[in-house]
C-alpha cells in the first residue's frame, strides 16, 4: 500500500506565500509523475501543476508565474511553492501520484487527503 500525507496549507492573507509539500511512503518501487490538483467549495477538482519523473512541468494558466512545483526524488516527496496568492487561489489542495510498486507492476494512481489552503483579501 502507498500513503501520500500532504502539509503546509493554512491561512494567509493576499500577497502572501505558501509551500505545500507531499511525501509518499509505502510499496514504492517508483514514482512516475506527481501532480498537485485543488478543489474550491461548488467547484470541481482541477489540476494546478504536474511534474514528470524526467522534470517536464506543467502548469495551469491562472498560477503559471506564481506558483513552483519540484520533487525530491529521494525522498518521494513533491512540493508547490505559492507566491502572489489571491483570494481565488483558496481551495483544498490534494496531490496525486503515478506509482509503481515493482519492477513488473502496473503504475497505479494515489491521492493525498489534502490540505486546506485559505487566502483572505
Known amino acids: 500500500q502507498v500513503q501520500l500525507v500532504e502539509s503546509g496549507g493554512g491561512l494567509v492573507q493576499a500577497g502572501g506565500s505558501l509551500r505545500l509539500a507531499c511525501a509518499a511512503s509505502?510499496?514504492?518501487?517508483?514514482?512516475?509523475?506527481m501532480a498537485w490538483y485543488r478543489q474550491a467549495p461548488g467547484r470541481e477538482r482541477g489540476r494546478v501543476a504536474l511534474i514528470s519523473s524526467g522534470g517536464s512541468i506543467d502548469y495551469v494558466d491562472s498560477v503559471r508565474g506564481r506558483f513552483t512545483i519540484s520533487r525530491d526524488n529521494a525522498k518521494n516527496t513533491v512540493y508547490l511553492q505559492m507566491n502572489s496568492l489571491m483570494p481565488e487561489d483558496t481551495a483544498v489542495y490534494y496531490c496525486k501520484a503515478w506509482v509503481r510498486t515493482s519492477a513488473t507492476s502496473a503504475e497505479y494512481i494515489y491521492w493525498g487527503q489534502g490540505t486546506q489552503v485559505t487566502v483572505t483579501s
Open positions: 509505502g510499496s514504492i518501487f517508483g514514482i512516475n509523475a
